[in-house]
């Protein structure tokens, strides 16, 4: 039975457009999950929109429009996006959809059957920007305004639906400290736990409220016990995970459709969102008796050109101007730049002086000049046929290193979102070879017939190694790569990316096609 694995970015929120943010969470979520699919894995690739809650009917009215009007035009500048970056999810769930609705409901009723929900009153502070609420000593440390944000808190009184958070708390924290990997990276997993154990110890970890009236907020999904309430928005969209699934049955037409690629091997999230993600929903899981997900892994934020973006400032980072770099360098170019520029998991800040050297440096000089350099040796040659390896070269010991180093250490780094080590095994690929070509010389040895049976050897060496640099950026770059593996006559190579990525794919013999470069140097 082939081994599943199941990817899920955030549901994004469709008060705003889509933006750099947005962005790098989807291509990061679309490399794994192209990566395991090349790597014979059974992959479910979930994304969506996140459509109820009072942001959503706040931007609405500043539009003149209704809340369901807006998620459909918004949604629709995400999924052009998704389109433009060649994301290739297999599922797009959107929380006004009834498949996802009617299943939050059932989720809820269990968790009122198990009596893991009563009612109580809740007085306090609440952030809307986040649409939850605020302990006091958490409110007064930030002078009573988002930590996100800094917009003012919200003073709220109302009677309300509540999970019981503090009674799983406690089991939470045993899990996080049993299952290291199971929150990454490492700091965000210590924050979590620190947070977690400080509210415990200080008695500020309050039950989870999961209701919200339906007089103050009438977007949102009903309460299955009491229709006067609608689910709190976190418990609706956490829920999306499952839900997308067509778990659990309700009787349509959904039922069980992808129930097998439960629980999820990763959910990719924004360090905004981790305490719903590695508190909430886990605790909810635990309530309901229902596998928790395998990794929750939460990346950092972007600035731009060294600053916080903002619209005022001129620096935000668009959907209009990513359509730009993607037009000027291609959108391969963009997903390689938003996995290079920074550790996945830390801080990062995008720069158009950065992304100009990195496609300079990396791409044009580098890997684009090693294939353009290759074929065209091979071309003037050996009459554009991939030649004959017979004999071995010591001097190729670096490049073998630098192949199986991928080879070997490929799968770990996917599976812990290393994207910049991953890249940083393929780049010392390209470096090994470019060096290896310096190193033998082969225009010199062609100008000696005594000689063509090294000189075969060599550029054998150097079409192989390109080869593997191509199968293994793939999923990054599958555009530019499909591109290569063509010149190389390798665009037909069927097999699993364990046997695509073993040295010695290319056939002698191959018939090689020259294109025009592949990463054009830009001035």
């Known amino acids: 039975m082939t081994e599943t694995y199941y990817v899920t970015t955030p549901i994004y929120y469709v008060n705003d457009v889509p933006h750099i943010g947005h962005s790098y969470t989807t291509v990061a979520a679309d490399v794994l999950a192209r990566y395991f699919r090349a790597a014979q894995r059974d992959v479910h690739f979930l994304t969506g929109t996140d459509e109820h809650g009072i942001k959503i009917v706040k931007a609405a009215e500043k539009k003149n429009t209704t809340p369901q009007q807006l998620a459909d035009e918004v949604v629709v500048g995400f999924r052009d996006l998704w389109d433009m970056l060649n994301i290739s999810n297999d599922n797009f769930i959107r929380t006004t959809e009834p498949r996802h609705k009617k299943r939050v409901q059932k989720l809820v009723q269990d968790l009122v059957d198990r009596d893991e929900v009563y009612l109580g009153s809740y007085e306090g502070w609440y952030d809307e920007g986040q649409e939850e609420y605020v302990t006091e000593s958490a409110a007064r440390d930030n002078d009573y305004k988002s930590e996100i944000n800094g917009k003012p808190l919200v003073r709220y009184s109302e009677q309300n639906w509540f999970f019981r958070l503090g009674k799983w708390a406690p089991k939470l924290i045993e899990y996080i400290e049993a299952n290291p990997k199971f929150i990454q990276p490492t700091p965000r997993r210590n924050e979590v736990l620190s947070k977690l154990k400080m509210s415990i110890d200080a008695g500020e970890l309050p039950d989870l409220c999961i209701s919200r009236n339906k007089e103050k907020l009438p977007w949102g999904v009903e309460m299955p016990n009491d229709p006067s309430h609608v689910v709190y928005v976190w418990v609706d969209a956490l829920s999306n995970y499952y839900n997308a699934l067509g778990i659990p049955e309700i009787g349509d037409e959904f039922d069980g459709k992808f129930a097998k690629y439960w629980p999820a091997d990763v959910h990719l999230i924004g360090k905004d969102i981790l305490w719903f993600h590695a508190v909430y929903w886990p605790c909810i899981l635990m309530a309901l008796d229902i596998p928790m997900p395998k990794k929750i892994f939460a990346h ?107 080879y070997e250490q490929s799968d770990e780094m996917m599976q812990n979102c290393a994207f910049h080590h991953y890249i940083d095994k393929i780049i010392s690929l390209v470096s090994a070879t470019n060096a290896f070509i310096d190193d033998t010389a082969p225009f010199k040895l062609a100008k000696d017939e005594s000689q063509r049976s090294r000189l075969g050897s060599i550029l054998y060496t150097c079409a192989e190694a390109v080869r593997i640099i191509m199968v293994y950026l793939a999923p990054i770059m599958p555009d530019k790569t499909a591109s290569a593996l063509q010149s190389l006559g390798c665009e037909q190579t069927q097999g699993t990316l364990a046997e695509l990525g073993k040295w010695g794919g290319i056939k002698p013999g191959t018939k090689i096609v020259q294109t025009d470069p592949l990463f054009p140097r830009k001035q």
Not at 376 to 404: Q, R
Request: net charge negative.
């Open 300 to 406: 950092g934020w972007w600035t731009s050109e060294g600053k916080k973006m903002s619209k005022s400032m001129g620096n935000f980072i668009s959907r209009e101007e990513i359509a730009g770099f993607c037009d000027e360098y291609s959108r391969d170019m963009y997903r390689y730049y938003l996995l290079r520029a920074v550790s996945f998991g830390t801080d990062g800040d995008f720069s158009a002086d950065m992304f100009k050297q990195i496609y300079n440096s990396e791409l044009a000089n580098g890997i684009g000049n090693l294939l353009s350099r290759t074929i065209k040796m091979i071309d003037k040659y050996f009459g554009g046929e991939i030649p004959e390896p017979v004999e071995t070269l010591e001097e190729a010991a670096l490049v073998h290193a630098a192949a199986k180093a991928i």
